[in-house]
């Protein structure tokens, strides 16, 4: 981009608003870093969508930066669908702006001929992603930043498959999105009214999600299981305990604070289940109340935490890549049990999620795919096979998973669901959920991983990341733990790892370590993966903490 100060004074002209021309002017006369900040480059429309600090400037989320990315995304669909009516559901989360965004995306979309239906209240993302396909739409958008901060939101772009754009529609978008470079080039329409959609749609996903669901009689004979839930101010509100309660669940505990829809997330420094400190409250809810499972969403209720009973009764929080190896052993089993698997079912796991499930599946001869980091790369293979083999779960270490051929994106109500049937299963054989880990690792060995993410803002920082990288592929780790590196995997050579070309390094020991290395694709961070097998594993995994963190 052009110097950022002349960028910055074009946005004083009379195609903006009042209210960023003050804005701007504020930051013209401020402090040059924050003015940097917002003018240096043009809010990049990656790969998935938009995520970014909201405000007013072309590095912002703002309803410019969205207007034009619409623009874009309108101009491609016209070109994709020449001879249909073209039709795109939108939905959005508790965030603040993101009611305002979807309209703004309406706008434009309904300016360009193109027909919208638009949730008549905030949802959580994996009902999107079945809306586009219950409702037959081309595509859809989601208004989200997911777990972000407060002051941070998105734009997540799906196709008519329901899941999110991958190649070659991804680039297809990007290289659309990147000719509207000003505002003028964008339609819009104050008069067009998008088609109001809730309840029905309501209804058709949560009766199509929960037929997922493999031991309805566990449930019955422990319907007074103890669940704490939060949805940490975000859409799963409504639909995690209604689901809950329609499966049969009679003590679902709420955090009350937490149920206030609020898009500055008062009661959180960051709304992500991942975290401890996020699921704080629901863990002191359920000890007060005595519930056997804690469990928290994000914003748009696509992750979930869980928290289960320990040995001494005390709550132990799961870390992404347990839950998902939990949930896969427990369907593998059912369905063995029920006589289910005659080879025409898999499973999927993207290359940072633990090998644990890898070994599940081997054990019930069931494939397993491995992907790239993200559950639009899980929904393009669910694409691929669909019709020709069934999806029975899936899941990555980032606190995701889904089951089922319903939705094409991670998806916590299922989740929710599952984690408290496997919990009823559980009881019928006298266990907890935590003693039915124990039981996987006894049967398996025990696997550990964990993640680390070094945070870089600004330009500088997006430079320092790309300066790491480099380095890393110009002078790779020679040891791993005190173990001889002997494989190095680097996936932007898609002739090498047949997968699509990835920033993205993993480097693996003798002794059975992987490390892996990637910059976000969402957030200005590099973040580490390291994953470690066998019985001292737990000293494994510190040690390659402590190695990168160095």
Not at 340 to 363: F, N, P, S, W
Not at 453 to 461: E, V
Request: aromatic share 10%.
């Amino acid at each position: 981009m052009s110097n950022y100060l002349d960028v910055a004074k074009s946005w004083l002209k009379d195609s903006f608003d009042e209210q960023t021309r003050t804005e701007v002017k504020a930051m013209i006369d401020g402090d040059p870093k924050v003015l940097e900040d917002a003018f240096y480059r043009t809010l990049e429309f990656g790969t998935g969508g938009l995520r970014g600090i909201m405000g007013a400037g072309t590095n912002r989320m703002n309803r410019y930066t969205v207007g034009m990315a619409t623009q874009g995304l309108a101009n491609y669909l016209k070109q994709c669908f020449k001879d249909e009516e073209i039709s795109v559901v939108i939905s959005y989360d508790c965030r603040n702006n993101s009611r305002y965004f979807a309209e703004i995306t309406s706008k434009v979309l309904i300016a360009n001929g193109i027909k919208v239906y638009l949730f008549d209240g905030i949802r959580p993302t994996p009902e999107l992603s079945f809306a586009i396909r219950y409702l037959k739409c081309n595509s859809g958008v989601m208004v989200t930043a997911s777990h972000n901060p407060k002051e941070y939101n998105g734009y997540k772009v799906f196709w008519s498959d329901g899941g999110q754009i991958v190649e070659p529609h991804d680039v297809n978008i990007v290289n659309e999105v990147n000719k509207i470079t000003d505002p003028q080039q964008v339609l819009i329409s104050e008069n067009g009214k998008p088609q109001m959609i809730g309840s029905e749609v309501d209804e058709a996903y949560l009766g199509s999600v929960l037929t997922s669901l493999v031991s309805p009689a566990s449930i019955e004979r422990h319907s007074d299981l103890k669940i704490a839930y939060t949805p940490l101010h975000g859409t799963g509100v409504r639909l995690v305990p209604e689901a809950l309660g329609r499966i049969g669940f009679k003590n679902v505990f709420k955090v009350a604070e937490q149920e206030v829809n609020d898009g500055n997330f008062p009661t959180v420094v960051s709304p992500n289940p991942e975290e401890p400190t996020a699921m704080k409250m629901v863990m002191e809810l359920a000890d007060k109340v005595g519930a056997d499972i804690a469990l928290g969403t994000d914003p748009d209720a696509d992750r979930v935490g869980c928290a289960v009973r320990g040995n001494d009764g005390s709550l132990v929080l799961l870390n992404g890549n347990q839950t998902a190896a939990l949930i896969t052993n427990y369907m593998l089993t059912r369905w063995a049990e029920e006589g289910r698997l005659d080879g025409k079912q898999y499973v999927i796991k993207t290359i940072v999620t633990t090998e644990l499930m890898t070994a599940i599946c081997d054990k019930y001869n069931v494939r397993i795919y491995d992907v790239l980091t993200g559950f639009k790369n899980i929904a393009s293979v669910m694409h691929a096979n669909e019709g020709k083999t069934y999806f029975i779960c899936g899941g990555e270490e980032s606190n995701g998973f889904n089951a089922g051929e319903f939705v094409r994106d991670k998806d916590s109500i299922i989740t929710c669901s599952l984690l408290c049937e496997c919990a009823a299963w559980c009881a019928d054989r006298g266990q907890s959920l935590y003693d039915y880990l124990q039981e996987t690792y006894a049967e398996y060995g025990l696997y550990c991983e964990k993640g680390v993410s070094i945070m870089r803002k600004g330009k500088d920082g997006l430079a320092e990341i790309a300066g790491m990288m480099a380095e890393y592929r110009a002078n790779p780790p020679k040891e791993l733990a005190g173990s001889k590196v002997v494989k190095v995997i680097d996936y932007t050579f898609p002739e090498k790892t047949g997968l699509p070309y990835s920033n993205v390094l993993q480097f693996f020991s003798e002794d059975g370590c992987k490390v892996t290395v990637r910059p976000s694709g969402t957030e200005p961070k590099i973040k580490y993966y390291f994953a470690t097998h066998g019985d001292n594993a737990k000293a494994k995994v510190e040690e390659l903490f402590e190695q990168f963190r160095s």
